[in-house]
């Protein structure tokens, strides 16, 4: 039967009732925590700490004020599925084998999660998971709540351990709240946890998250110089998708209603606005939400001990190239927000201008908590980067390879940054 639960509710639910914790989460180890929270569709310059005019961000911006915020913070692919992947396997999308949204995860490839299980963390992954609707419980997990592909802002369904449950609320808040529990039933536990946090926020519809209906009302949004650039001489799939106010109106109406249906930006520059103030307003719930789990980590005396990074899964297009979304090989599809926050070893208020990308997290934090990369890793830790040591070998001199793919075919664009960088 479908629940019907509130705020209060759901974290007493959250705590007593969906757990099956197994009895792998054994006794504390001497390793910190991990927490990733994962946005959707986030680019990089819409916090006040990356450069924002107008988002006032006090709590995302604390993760970068207190640890190292990374300024040039780059996916593999600029897609949902493809840059999870990355995040959870240290492996490239060729390698790891998710180059769309339409293909299932292949359990046999070790996760960051399950090594982790393996070394005595209890592990949970909740919110987005979107691995072609893959709603299994994945192997490494101690707690499970996750939605089936994009799930919806409001009265989500969820997977909670095997079991689908209708739940009442705002997404962003019920993950958090999840998110609350979880941890809370670990600290009781006296066990190092390992916590992935998927929001839905910022992805389309852009529902807005309670309490911010009505932020920006006041704040002009204007496209910037390249939405109005001509689209001579580009692929035709970028003039297909571009936005350019004078290739809209030539398209045909239906054609345009159609787009409008699917959640295709639509031409009107008030319209266009009005999305954008939505999309941001959605911002503005994680950043509540990460209030709520920096002020449990202070409260429980775990701050300390805690390796927290906040991440978005790929950049995104306001216009810039007359350009709505996301997956063209563009700086501002591939770049994303990233910041690590971890007191006893990372020095606060850092600015790291290093390359660094998705597939460095896995290494990076098994290096963290004293463990050795999977040989499968193709990417490198940047712990060196925040505790002032030397990368074994020059990040910067990498050759890095970006996939840009449309539907089921194989990519068919690529672009390489090299030793300039």
Known sequence: MPTQLNRRAMLRAAACG???????????????NFIFMLTDDQSYAT????GSSFMRTPNLDRI????????????????????????????YPHRNTIINNQTRWNQEIPTLQRLLHDAGYTTAHIGKWHMDGDDRVQPGYDYWAAQINQGQYENPRKNINGVWTDLKGYDTTIVTDQAVAFMNDARRRNSPFCLWIGYKACHGPFTPAPGHENDFANVEFKPPASFFIGDEGKPR??????????????????????????????????????????????????????????????????????????????GFFHGEHGLHGKMEA???????????????????????GAFVANVDLAPTILDLCGLKPQPSMQGRSWKPLVTGGKPSQPLARRVRLFHSQYRSRPPNRQGAKDRSL
């Open 237 to 314: 799939r970028v003039r297909n998708k571009s936005q350019n106010p004078a290739r809209q109106s030539a398209r045909n109406a239906r054609k345009a209603a159609r787009k409008a249906a699917a959640g295709d930006p639509p031409a009107s520059l008030e319209r266009w606005a009005e999305r954008e103030r939505n999309q941001h307003r959605c911002l503005m719930g994680v950043d509540d939400s990460a209030a709520r789990i920096l002020g449990f980590l202070d409260e429980n005396k775990l701050a300390e001990d805690t390796i927290l990074v906040f991440a978005g899964d790929n």
């Open 64 to 91: 970068g004020r207190e640890g190292a915020l990374f300024t040039n913070a780059f996916v593999a692919m600029s897609l949902c599925a493809p840059s999870r992947a990355c995040f959870l396997s240290g492996m």
């Open 330 to 352: 563009y700086e501002e599809s591939l770049r994303i927000p990233m910041m690590v926050r971890y007191p006893r070893l990372v020095k606060a208020g850092q600015k790291v």
């Open 18 to 32: 969906p757990w099956i914790l197994s009895s792998h989460a054994r006794a504390a180890a001497p390793r910190p």
């Open 47 to 50: 916090m006040s700490i990356t």
